[in-house]
Nanobody, 124 residues
Framework: QVQLVESGGGLVQAGGSLRLSCAAS????????MGWFRQAPGKEREFVAG????????SYADSVKGRFTISRDNAKNTVYLQMNSLKPEDTAVYYCAATRRTYGLKTVGGYDYWGQGTQVTVSS
């Protein structure tokens, strides 16, 4: 089992920045990749960004490219999501996820473990 704990959410004005953190514990040696997803009220959970746990390859949703950066610190078993130029439409609960799989890494079903989520609210 892998446990994930997110932190760093909050309220920010449009154009501002936030950094989310996700600390992993447990059987972290089994992780192949980690990702960030978000879910706005009344909408489905959607992929935001992902990173390979060992190689560090990254991927992003088109809606956040150029504004968000995902990174990882293997020594601390922590993944970060730096969010800049935030927009009101970025408002959502953000979830950290981890997977042992090598496929479906932009889908909810591709992940085995989930954090509890952290609220990000961007005011206009």
């Amino acid at each position: 089992q892998v446990q994930l704990v997110e932190s760093g959410g909050g309220l920010v004005q449009a154009g501002g920045s936030l950094r989310l953190s996700c600390a992993a514990s447990g059987r972290t040696f089994s992780i192949y990749a980690m990702g960030w997803f978000r879910q706005a009220p009344g909408k489905e959970r959607e992929f935001v960004a992902g990173v390979g746990w060992s190689g560090g390859t990254t991927s992003y949703a088109d809606s956040v490219k150029g504004r968000f950066t995902i990174s990882r610190d293997n020594a601390k078993n922590t993944v970060y999501l730096q969010m800049n130029s935030l927009k009101p439409e970025d408002t959502a609960v953000y979830y950290c996820a981890a997977t042992r799989r090598t496929y479906g890494l932009k889908t909810v079903g591709g992940y085995d473990y989930w954090g509890q989520g952290t609220q990000v609210t961007v005011s206009s």
